[in-house]
């Protein structure tokens, strides 16, 4: 790694930072008991511990999706939720305004949510079904553009 680079994406960290403020009074031992892994099953441990916290915050530890999931489960939310609410942030601070294409990107992403469970129901979650995911919703934002 390059002087300056970064581990872990500025937004991510800040949020986890504001979390850990926000929801535990800053307490990152309270923080790190109270966010627990999603399945026992593929983390045998808890993903945050204090020092882990504190490491990813000041980004010397790289921010695993398990702790992106433990967080998610812990607003109970869906993952990409939290995904997604990361990216309008950080959009939204890179251009001080959300723009305007980015709002219509999430219009077509809630279109192609609709469609989801008839795609879901035809795959097997292979690279072809990526790959029809991908047409039918680049399909789909096609036609609302028009």
Do not use: C
């Amino acid at each position: 790694m390059e002087p300056g680079d970064r581990l872990n994406p500025q937004v991510l960290r800040q949020l986890i930072f504001e979390v850990v403020e926000a929801k535990f009074g800053g307490n990152y031992d309270v923080a790190a008991e109270q966010i627990k892994p999603v399945d026992r099953l593929r983390t045998k441990t808890n993903p945050f511990t204090k020092d882990a916290l504190y490491n990813i915050v000041d980004d010397r530890t790289a921010l695993k999706y398990s702790h992106l999931e433990a967080i998610a489960s812990h607003y109970e939310v869906p993952t990409f939720l939290l995904l997604l609410f990361s990216r309008l942030r950080s959009e939204q601070e890179k251009a001080n305004d959300l723009p305007l294409a980015l709002i219509t990107e999430v219009q077509h992403l809630l279109s192609f949510l609709k469609i989801l469970p008839q795609e879901i129901d035809r795959g097997t979650f292979e690279a072809e079904d990526l790959e029809r995911w991908a047409k039918r919703y680049n399909e789909m934002r096609l036609d609302l553009d028009s």
